[in-house]
């Protein structure tokens, strides 16, 4: 099992910059993949960025540009820094990680991110 902590979510203005945060714990030999999800209410949860063991990363298509995943093997820690922030990036980021097996994979709790126009 792998508990993923995820934190820095908060609240900033339009054009601000956030850095969201999320440490795997457990059997992390388990998972390759790790990234963010996000979701408001009504809408399906969308890709915002992932990164590979290797550093190979994917954005999703609103964020690139602005977003910058980065990954810390060593610490089992995922980072996401967020910059030039819209009001249409508020949601409930999710941390996810990919198991090698397959599946589901693991989800963290959600962080609310807000952009104050």
């Known amino acids: 099992q792998v508990r993923l902590v995820a934190s820095g979510g908060g609240l900033v203005q339009a054009g601000g910059s956030l850095r969201l945060s999320c440490k795997a714990y457990?059997?992390?030999?388990?998972?390759?993949?790790m990234g963010w999800y996000r979701q408001t209410p009504g809408k399906q949860r969308e890709l915002v960025a992932s990164?590979?063991?290797?550093?190979?990363?994917d954005y999703g298509d609103s964020v690139k540009g602005r977003f910058t995943i980065s990954r810390d093997n060593a610490l089992n820690t995922v980072y996401l820094q967020m910059n030039s922030l819209d009001p249409e990036d508020t949601a409930d980021y999710y941390c996810?990680?990919?198991?090698?097996?397959?599946?589901?994979?693991?989800w963290g709790k959600g962080t609310l991110v807000t952009v104050s126009s």
């Open positions: 996810h990680a990919v198991r090698i097996l397959g599946g589901e994979g693991y």
């Open positions: 457990g059997n992390i030999f388990s998972i390759d993949a």
């Open positions: 990164i590979t063991k290797g550093g190979s990363t």
